[in-house]
């Protein structure tokens, strides 16, 4: 059984595993889009980096279209039982019309250059990051779908943490330092009184395992994690619990800031030229990324089996995490009407949490 663990950036193919194998982001679905592409659309190979957690998880059904899982999970050394649902497309996608190749990684730092330069062509990051993409390639970025929703968690093992402001004198370790995690922490923190750095610590870590291992060493320590490895530490750590719903805390806090904005974790975002030049497989990857989506929420015991072939987290893990996931497919004015109302949130709390500005019409597919 895989738990989250460190590795080096995975590039996997349909066709089969193009690279050495590395072991290892609530609410009903919006359809990403309607119809089939073209018929006579030329095929192209889309090319998709996803993290090791909710939005790897949210795109296995579509990485397994083509039995690919299966190879992935052989050369990973990952035993399938005999009667596994791996390479049997449990998400119905069928055929597709182009190629696919996934990349998968432990942090957005190592696959957003990927996107800069054009190896990849779509990429799932976290939010703020898809605004600041924008500004730095001067709107050669867009977001095709919002993915995740709230999945940060605050794990306490000495059962001490019950509100926000319990946090006040202690230390919290935590990934995702420049990104949707930080901005998230801090808008919460500040809206109960705390000033982070100053009333609450943060140490920074670059993987979420990492925060596992630190949490386990010290069990003063409280840790912010995301799903599904929040779920993991449960599972690991004597004692650990769930202490605070950091999207319930967010939720709290907006209101009490006359705010509905939603915390929105994570988004899909493809280069510019990619969307403009290749309309109809824009088309198929949202439609197939919507079923996906849509059967990983359906069926989580079926879809943790895929999310273990593909090295993300450990069917058992997967399983009981996809629940808390708040993994979605969202698109269009939905998508924009969330999106720019998280964005807002965080330029008012720090304007270059988002690049300096907020993005422009050009950054929403619509």
Same mark, same amino acid.
């Given at each position: 059984?895989?738990?989250?663990?460190?590795?080096?950036?995975?590039?996997?193919?349909?066709?089969?595993?193009?690279?050495?194998?590395?072991?290892?982001?609530?609410?009903?679905?919006?359809?990403?889009?309607?119809?089939?592409?073209?018929?006579?659309?030329?095929?192209?190979?889309?090319?998709?980096?996803?993290?090791?957690?909710?939005?790897?998880?949210?795109?296995?059904?579509?990485?397994?279209?083509?039995?690919?899982?299966?190879?992935?999970?052989?050369?990973?050394?990952?035993?399938?039982?005999?009667?596994?649902?791996?390479?049997?497309?449990?998400?119905?996608?069928?055929?597709?019309?182009?190629?696919?190749?996934?990349?998968?990684?432990?942090?957005?730092?190592?696959?957003?250059?990927?996107?800069?330069?054009?190896?990849?062509?779509? !990429?799932?990051?976290?939010? @703020?990051? $898809? /605004?600041?993409?924008?500004? *730095?390639?001067?709107?050669?970025?867009?977001? +095709? &779908? #919002?993915?995740?929703?709230?999945?940060?968690?605050?794990?306490?093992?000495?059962?001490?943490?019950?509100?926000?402001?319990?946090?006040?004198?202690?230390?919290?370790?935590?990934?995702?330092?420049?990104?949707?995690?930080?901005?998230?922490?801090?808008?919460?923190?500040?809206?109960?009184?705390?000033?982070?750095?100053?009333?609450?610590?943060?140490?920074?870590?670059?993987?979420?395992?990492?925060?596992?291992?630190?949490?386990?060493?010290?069990?003063?320590?409280?840790?912010?994690?995301?799903?599904?490895?929040?779920?993991?530490?449960?599972?690991?750590?004597?004692?650990?619990?769930?202490?605070?719903? !950091?999207?319930?805390?967010? @939720?709290? $806090? /907006?209101?009490?800031?006359? *705010?509905?904005?939603?915390?929105?974790?994570? +988004? &899909? #975002?493809?280069?510019?030229?990619?969307?403009?030049?290749?309309?109809?497989?824009?088309?198929?990857?949202?439609?197939?990324?919507?079923?996906?989506?849509?059967?990983?929420?359906?069926?989580?015991?079926?879809?943790?089996?895929?999310?273990?072939?593909?090295?993300?987290?450990?069917?058992?893990?997967?399983?009981?995490?996809?629940?808390?996931?708040?993994?979605?497919?969202?698109?269009?004015?939905?998508?924009?009407?969330?999106?720019?109302?998280?964005?807002?949130?965080?330029?008012?709390?720090?304007?270059?949490?988002?690049?300096?500005?907020?993005?422009?019409?050009?950054?929403?597919?619509?």
């Amino acid at each position: 059984m895989f738990a989250p663990q460190d590795s080096p950036t995975v590039p996997i193919s349909r066709r089969g595993v193009i690279a050495a194998f590395g072991a290892a982001a609530i609410l009903g679905i919006s359809g990403c889009s309607d119809g089939s592409p073209a018929a006579d659309a030329e095929p192209v190979t889309v090319r998709v980096g996803a993290l090791r957690g909710p939005t790897g998880m949210g795109l296995v059904g579509l990485m397994d279209a083509d039995g690919m899982l299966a190879d992935l999970a052989a050369a990973g050394g990952v035993e399938l039982a005999a009667d596994t649902a791996v390479g049997t497309d449990p998400a119905g996608i069928g055929k597709l019309a182009n190629s696919y190749e996934f990349t998968l990684a432990g942090s957005a730092d190592e696959l957003a250059p990927q996107l800069i330069q054009g190896d990849l062509d779509c !990429l799932c990051v976290p939010a @703020n990051l $898809a /605004a600041t993409l924008y500004q *730095s390639t001067e709107g050669e970025v867009e977001v +095709v &779908a #919002v993915n995740t929703l709230g999945v940060l968690d605050i794990v306490d093992r000495a059962g001490q943490i019950e509100t926000v402001a319990d946090l006040a004198g202690k230390t919290i370790v935590s990934a995702g330092r420049g990104s949707t995690p930080q901005y998230a922490l801090d808008y919460i923190l500040r809206a109960n009184g705390l000033e982070p750095g100053a009333d609450v610590q943060i140490e920074w870590k670059s993987e979420h395992a990492e925060c596992l291992a630190a949490l386990e060493a010290d069990p003063a320590l409280v840790a912010m994690l995301p799903q599904p490895f929040a779920t993991s530490a449960l599972a690991k750590l004597d004692g650990a619990r769930i202490a605070i719903d !950091l999207t319930e805390a967010w @939720n709290e $806090a /907006a209101a009490a800031n006359g *705010s509905d904005a939603q915390l929105i974790t994570g +988004v &899909a #975002v493809a280069r510019s030229n990619f969307v403009d030049e290749h309309p109809e497989a824009v088309k198929e990857l949202l439609d197939a990324y919507a079923a996906s989506v849509d059967f990983v929420n359906r069926d989580p015991a079926v879809a943790a089996q895929l999310i273990e072939a593909a090295g993300i987290v450990s069917a058992a893990v997967a399983e009981r995490a996809i629940p808390y996931c708040h993994i979605v497919c969202v698109t269009g004015e939905e998508m924009r009407s969330g999106l720019e109302g998280y964005l807002e949130t965080l330029y008012d709390a720090d304007p270059e949490s988002v690049g300096g500005s907020l993005p422009g019409d050009d950054f929403y597919l619509v």
